[in-house]
């Protein structure tokens, strides 16, 4: 069955598809500096599909809105973290060059500070500009902390984990799907989970002060996480409690 011309505009958008054609550039070069293996390979292209396939879907919900300076940014962060997983993925089976990991982990944690930025001087802000940031963020913890878990253990996956479980959650319990008020603290938090797994996987830390420095990163993102469950949670049982006065009172 043809497509119509107005589809295939929208699913062949040029963002998406520069994006995958850096990141296959990006595992080319990984692979003539660093010997990327086939698990490498395998996980950056897989990484790579399932990025143009997701964000090509998003993009088609919020047609015909630009893709904008501040998601192009982002998209670049994307690049970087499909090649941070390749080389975790790639650790698996020999010794990862811990230098290019951490170059590529660095520049993507720096840009995490200007795609923001330059969405709120360019006046475009978006909802899908905020949640593929979010992803980003979220993928790339989960990556370092299996890269970490590696040598400190299996409990540091708790700290990639934990949003995917909380997302998990809000599909059984909807209530926790509600918006929350923005909080720099959330921010902090958020942010010191990328830097401290950066600190800890280039291994410059001795062994105690690393696992003490992951400890403390996954008991403040617990905290961070349970403080805003609590704010949800609060806000459900006045939503609650308001529903059933004015029952009450019509009822009366």
């Excluded at 990327?36 to 399932?50: E, R, Y």
């Excluded at 799907?177 to 923005?182: D, H, K, R, V, Y």
Aim: aromatic share 8%; charged share 15%; glycine share 10%.
């Amino acid at each position: 069955m043809a497509l119509s011309g107005t589809y295939d505009t929208r699913l062949l958008r040029p963002e998406t598809a520069a994006g995958a054609g850096a990141q296959a550039l990006l595992l080319a070069l990984l692979g003539t500096v660093t010997g990327l293996g086939p698990p490498g390979w395998l996980t950056g292209l897989a990484f790579t599909f399932a990025t143009w396939a997701v964000l090509t879907r998003a993009l088609r919900r919020t047609w015909p809105r630009p893709f904008g300076p501040a998601n192009g940014v982002t998209l670049a962060r994307a690049t970087l973290v499909g090649g941070v997983t390749a080389l975790v993925a790639d650790s698996f089976v020999s010794r990862p060059p811990v230098a290019v990991l951490v170059a590529l982990t660095a520049v993507a944690l720096v840009l995490d500070a200007v795609d923001g930025q330059v969405a709120r001087r360019t006046g475009t802000e978006s909802s899908l500009g905020a949640r593929f940031d979010m992803e980003v963020d979220a993928f790339l913890i989960l990556v370092l902390s299996v890269y970490v878990a590696m040598s400190l253990g299996a409990w540091v996956l708790l700290i990639g984990g934990m949003r995917y479980v909380f997302v998990a959650a809000a599909r059984v319990l909807p209530w926790l799907n509600g918006p929350l008020p923005p909080s720099m603290a959330r921010k902090t938090v958020a942010a010191l989970q990328g830097i401290v797994l950066l600190v800890v996987g280039a291994g410059i830390l001795p062994r105690l002060p690393a696992y003490a420095a992951a400890l403390l990163a996954l008991a403040l993102l617990v905290w961070s996480f349970a403080r805003d469950i609590r704010w949800l949670w609060r806000v459900r049982v006045r939503e609650s409690a308001a529903v059933v006065r004015g029952t009450v009172h019509e009822c009366v």
